[in-house]
Structure formats: structure tokens, C-alpha cells
């Protein structure tokens, strides 16, 4: 692929993230229903909690709840520290302490 | 919020430093976050300059790694950006959260913004501003501006780190599981009540058991059986003498 058309598909992606994470940006003054409007608020919690869990839950293309599953047992040791703490990145550094340690152990 | 009785200027202002300060938090994560992905993308066959262009421009991670393997395959163009519109389909429902609150700017400031409200631009704005602070604008775009810009300037950071670094670090390091940290620590205090516990249970079963599902559009059957379970929860104990959940 030459320099011209890597840039020419490049700015059709960008026009996909434009599109995407300005629909309704663009549609803002469209009116929303009230139930919309209140589903619409479990929306962080739940898409958050959606894109995490596959990390920690599914290891080499498999759900795996062993002790092998050297990030799911980082990621309830990060969740515990985050509980006490209330710390994202204290959070963030005992989850990777854990991970690396286990890493190396195994 | 602040009984300083600052103008309209002011508030903006001071609103833009909260919104940098509550993503600084964030920052670490997303610095490595970014660098993973910048080196995944070199270490794939880009060379260094088509990666940096990607990064700058597209500025969308989980649909450029997914884009990757076509491009290198030589793909057709309309194929890669189909799958880049697959992948970045979850963010239709994200801007559903956060957009309507800007209502009131010109279209093309509008269409500017949207292209930055990325994942943890959208978990951070509506816990300082909720559905039922929409119609009321102080703040919010300096809130949002703080936030957006701070992640993009994370992102990229880590990005080019990532680029320029890829074939000093070696993957096994797993540098990029602090991107998931971050958005675990992000998680739990949105968890305010059994409703929206129940839609992150099955939220995170769904896509567990959707992982196969190509394009990441497991993503979002999770996030609307989520809600779906959520406003369920919320109707069973929302019963007239139940006692009010909401901590």
C-alpha cells in the first residue's frame, strides 16, 4: 500500500471513530424518553464491567477459574486493595505486583 | 460546588483542572495501555511511521488492533473499514451518555468533541454529571474538555512510547493488563446500588460467554443485556414500601 492510500484508509477509519462516538453528539437535541434517558445511566457501569471481565475471566481462548489464571487472581487481589483503599492507582500498582510476581513464579 | 462567585469563564476553567485532575488517576494505565497497543501495532508489520499516523489519527485502540491484521493481509479497504465499524459500535451507545448534555454547541463543535469521548471519558463525566443535570451546561465542557484532552494526550504518549519501544519490551512483560486494572478500579464505585449490580453480573457473563463472537459485537449484546437486567433489578426493588437501595 503506498503512503497516499495507507492515509486515504486511515481517514476513513477516523471517520468511523467521528461517526461512532458522535451520533449522539450530533443528535443531541433530538428528545430522548424518560425510560431511555434512566437505562442510559447503568450504561458506564455495565459496558465497563463487559470489557473487563473477558481480561480476567477468559485466558488462551477459554474461560478459566483455576489458579492458573495468573489475572484473575491479580485482578481479585486489585479488587480487595481497591475496597480497602479506594485508590485506583494503588489499584492499579498491587495488581501488577501480584501479576508480575505469579509470572515470574510460574 | 464552588461558592467563589466566579463568571461563566472562571467556572469552565475550574472545571477543566477537575476534569485533568480526575483523569490523572487514570493516566498510569492508560500511558501503558497505549504503549502496548503501539507496540503490537509494529511488532504486526507496520512500519514506524504508518503506526504513528494510525494512532494520530484514527485514535480508536481495540478497532486498530482489530483493523491490524487485515491491513497487513492486504484486505480489501472495504472489509478493514467495515470491521473498524463493527468494533467502535459500542462508543453509539457511550455518546448517548454523555452527548445530549451539549445540546446547546454548534454542530461542528459537537461532531469535534464526540470524536473524544473514548471509554474513560465516558465513566468519568456522568458521576459528576448525571442525566438529571442535563439543560444545565456550567461546567460541563470544561469538565469534558479536562478529561478528553488529558486522555488523548495519555493515550498518545503511551502510544508513541510504545512505537518507538516495541522492540525493546517484550509482550511477556503483559504491560497491558494495567489497562484492565485501571477500568476494574473504575467499576466498582459506579456500582452504587443492586440494579446496577445485577447489570454488571450479567453484563460480565454475556461477554464472557460471547468472546468468540467476532468484531467485539459480543460487547454490546453484554452492555444491553446488562441494562436489561439492570432495569429489571431496579423495578423488582423499586416497589412502592421497599426500602430505597440507592447507598
Given at each position: 500500500?503506498?503512503?497516499?492510500?495507507?492515509?486515504?484508509?486511515?481517514?476513513?477509519?477516523?471517520?468511523?471513530?467521528?461517526?461512532?462516538?458522535?451520533f449522539?453528539?450530533?443528535?443531541?437535541r433530538?428528545?430522548?424518553?424518560?425510560?431511555?434517558q434512566?437505562?442510559?445511566?447503568?450504561?458506564?457501569?455495565?459496558?465497563?464491567?463487559?470489557?473487563?471481565a473477558?481480561?480476567?475471566?477468559?485466558?488462551?481462548?477459554?474461560?478459566?477459574?483455576?489458579?492458573?489464571?495468573?489475572?484473575?487472581?491479580?485482578?481479585?487481589?486489585?479488587?480487595a486493595?481497591?475496597l480497602?483503599?479506594?485508590?485506583?492507582?494503588?489499584?492499579?500498582?498491587?495488581?501488577m505486583?501480584?501479576?508480575?510476581?505469579?509470572?515470574?513464579?510460574? | 460546588?464552588?461558592?467563589?462567585?466566579?463568571?461563566?469563564?472562571?467556572?469552565?476553567?475550574?472545571?477543566?483542572?477537575?476534569?485533568?485532575?480526575t483523569?490523572?488517576?487514570?493516566?498510569?494505565?492508560?500511558?501503558?495501555?497505549?504503549?502496548?497497543?503501539?507496540?503490537?501495532?509494529?511488532?504486526?508489520?507496520?512500519?514506524?511511521?504508518?503506526?504513528?499516523?494510525?494512532?494520530?489519527?484514527?485514535?480508536?485502540?481495540?478497532?486498530?488492533?482489530?483493523?491490524?491484521?487485515?491491513?497487513?493481509?492486504?484486505?480489501?479497504?472495504?472489509?478493514?473499514?467495515?470491521?473498524?465499524?463493527?468494533?467502535?459500535?459500542?462508543?453509539?451507545?457511550?455518546?448517548?451518555?454523555?452527548?445530549?448534555?451539549?445540546?446547546?454547541?454548534?454542530?461542528?463543535?459537537?461532531?469535534?468533541?464526540?470524536y473524544?469521548?473514548?471509554?474513560?471519558?465516558?465513566?468519568?463525566?456522568?458521576?459528576?454529571?448525571?442525566?438529571?443535570?442535563?439543560?444545565?451546561?456550567?461546567?460541563?465542557?470544561?469538565?469534558?474538555?479536562?478529561?478528553?484532552?488529558?486522555?488523548?494526550?495519555?493515550?498518545?504518549?503511551?502510544?508513541?512510547?510504545?512505537?518507538?519501544?516495541?522492540?525493546?519490551?517484550?509482550?511477556?512483560?503483559?504491560?497491558?493488563?494495567?489497562?484492565?486494572?485501571?477500568?476494574?478500579?473504575?467499576?466498582?464505585?459506579?456500582?452504587?446500588?443492586?440494579?446496577?449490580?445485577?447489570?454488571?453480573?450479567?453484563?460480565?457473563?454475556?461477554?464472557?460467554a460471547?468472546?468468540?463472537?467476532?468484531?467485539?459485537l459480543?460487547?454490546?449484546?453484554?452492555?444491553?443485556?446488562?441494562?436489561?437486567?439492570?432495569?429489571v433489578?431496579?423495578?423488582?426493588?423499586?416497589?412502592?414500601?421497599?426500602?430505597?437501595?440507592?447507598?
Amino acid at each position: 500500500m503506498n503512503a497516499f492510500a495507507y492515509l486515504m484508509l486511515m481517514a476513513m477509519m477516523a471517520a468511523t471513530t467521528f461517526l461512532t462516538r458522535g451520533f449522539f453528539f450530533m443528535l443531541a437535541r433530538s428528545r430522548m424518553p424518560a425510560w431511555l434517558q434512566h437505562a442510559l445511566g447503568y450504561v458506564p457501569a455495565v459496558a465497563l464491567a463487559a470489557i473487563v471481565a473477558p481480561d480476567l475471566l477468559v485466558s488462551g481462548g477459554s474461560v478459566s477459574l483455576s489458579w492458573t489464571n495468573i489475572k484473575l487472581i491479580a485482578g481479585v487481589a486489585a479488587i480487595a486493595f481497591f475496597l480497602r483503599t479506594r485508590h485506583v492507582l494503588a489499584t492499579l500498582v498491587s495488581g501488577m505486583v501480584v501479576f508480575t510476581a505469579l509470572r515470574l513464579a510460574m | 460546588m464552588n461558592p467563589l462567585p466566579a463568571d461563566q469563564a472562571d467556572r469552565e476553567k475550574i472545571a477543566l483542572r477537575d476534569g485533568i485532575r480526575t483523569c490523572a488517576q487514570a493516566m498510569p494505565g492508560l500511558l501503558a495501555w497505549g504503549a502496548v497497543t503501539g507496540m503490537v501495532l509494529v511488532q504486526s508489520g507496520l512500519s514506524i511511521w504508518q503506526a504513528i499516523a494510525m494512532t494520530l489519527i484514527v485514535y480508536a485502540g481495540s478497532a486498530q488492533l482489530a483493523a491490524l491484521p487485515l491491513i497487513v493481509a492486504g484486505a480489501p479497504i472495504w472489509v478493514i473499514v467495515l470491521t473498524t465499524l463493527l468494533v467502535n459500535f459500542r462508543f453509539v451507545i457511550f455518546s448517548a451518555v454523555v452527548g445530549p448534555h451539549f445540546a446547546h454547541l454548534h454542530w461542528t463543535r459537537r461532531l469535534w468533541y464526540g470524536y473524544f469521548n473514548a471509554d474513560l471519558v465516558m465513566a468519568f463525566f456522568p458521576q459528576r454529571f448525571p442525566a438529571h443535570t442535563m439543560g444545565k451546561p456550567v461546567g460541563k465542557l470544561g469538565y469534558f474538555k479536562g478529561l478528553a484532552y488529558s486522555t488523548w494526550w495519555a493515550w498518545e504518549i503511551g502510544s508513541l512510547i510504545g512505537i518507538l519501544l516495541a522492540s525493546q519490551i517484550p509482550t511477556s512483560w503483559g504491560i497491558g493488563f494495567a489497562g484492565t486494572l485501571v477500568l476494574l478500579g473504575m467499576t466498582i464505585p459506579l456500582i452504587v446500588n443492586v440494579a446496577t449490580l445485577a447489570g454488571v453480573v450479567v453484563a460480565s457473563v454475556i461477554s464472557v460467554a460471547a468472546v468468540g463472537i467476532p468484531y467485539k459485537l459480543g460487547l454490546v449484546v453484554a452492555i444491553v443485556g446488562g441494562i436489561a437486567a439492570a432495569l429489571v433489578a431496579d423495578r423488582m426493588s423499586s416497589s412502592p414500601d421497599a426500602e430505597e437501595r440507592a447507598s
